[in-house]
């Protein structure tokens, strides 16, 4: 099983590959953002995923659609923009805190969490 930040990874290079908008926020929540536990993200986060969700299955579909597509055919270019801007930066706050928990744990172990960029002093 993909872990949480795997699949939102997927979901931002589905959305940043070529197709529509609604077309590559439509793969990108099928192929990758259904498998998320909205129960594994942290509280900022899961408030956005939700809305997703609801956005991505409101809407009622025609025979042989999914509620997927059928909610997102719904969906005006500038609103799926939006849903796909909100993956990205959804994605970007779990980099961000997995980049954090890996800096915590190796600080903890003796490690230092500074970045080696960092350590160098400016001379002057």
């Known amino acids: 099983m993909d ?5 939102l990874q997927r979901a931002a290079i589905r959305l940043s590959q070529e ?4 077309d590559r926020l439509a793969d990108a929540y099928a192929s990758h953002l259904i498998e998320v536990d909205a129960d594994e ?3 900022g986060v899961r408030k956005d995923f939700a809305a997703l969700c609801e956005a991505l299955h409101r809407e009622r579909p025609l025979p042989r659609e999914s509620v997927i597509r059928a ?6 270019n500038e609103e799926a923009g939006h849903y796909a801007a909100l993956v990205v930066r959804m ?5 961000r805190a997995e980049v954090a928990g890996l800096a915590a744990r190796r600080s903890t172990r003796g490690v230092a969490a500074t970045p080696i960029v ?3 002093a400016v001379e002057g």
């Open 91 to 95: 994605f970007a706050t779990l980099a």
């Open 71 to 76: 909610s997102v055919r719904k969906m005006s």
């Open 19 to 22: 197709g529509s908008i609604k």
């Open 41 to 43: 993200l942290p509280d």
């Open 3 to 7: 872990n949480t930040l795997d699949l």
């Open 118 to 120: 960092q350590l160098f």
